[in-house]
């Protein structure tokens, strides 16, 4: 129990102090942090109900409606009926869509291959190996 509780202080640490040394400085022009998750999600599930959606992102169905109002206005996602039921809208990303995501993936690796710049060959090996692992043990939390 004690090494449970030290993982998840560990992972309540990690993930903010990855974002502060990789991810900070990041910008993407014409998008909010929260439309560009937003877009990822629904790249990742397409064609699900806005509830699915504000409910991954943990904010009210009235706040996603104004980010998705954006990004259709934009062209990046478009909003389509359940053909079983007419009543919930569902949200599916355009071939724009498609395109912008990728092109904001290539630009934050780009931005992240400069500060790992600072890294010697066997820190970036070694980091790739702790990654794989860590990818191979979250693998089983799906299960």
Known sequence: MVSRERLAEYLQT??????????????????????????????NH????????????????SNLTSIADK????????RAYDPKD????????TDKGK???NDCREK????????LEN???K??????EIFEEMKNIFKKLEQ
Do not use: C, H
């Open 14 to 43: 990690f993930l903010p102090m990855f974002y502060k040394k990789l991810m900070k400085g990041i910008t993407l022009p014409g998008v909010t942090k929260q439309q560009l998750w937003l877009l990822y999600l629904i790249e």
């Open 46 to 61: 397409d064609e699900k109900p806005m509830s699915f959606y504000s409910e991954k992102m943990m904010i009210p169905k």
């Open 119 to 121: 890294l010697d060959d």
């Open 108 to 115: 934050t690796k780009k931005a992240i291959f400069q500060k």
């Open 123 to 128: 820190d970036v090996d070694r980091l790739n």
């Open 99 to 101: 395109l912008f995501i």
């Open 86 to 93: 007419r009543r919930i809208i569902l949200l599916k990303i």
């Open 71 to 78: 990004l259709i206005e934009d062209g990046l996602i478009e």
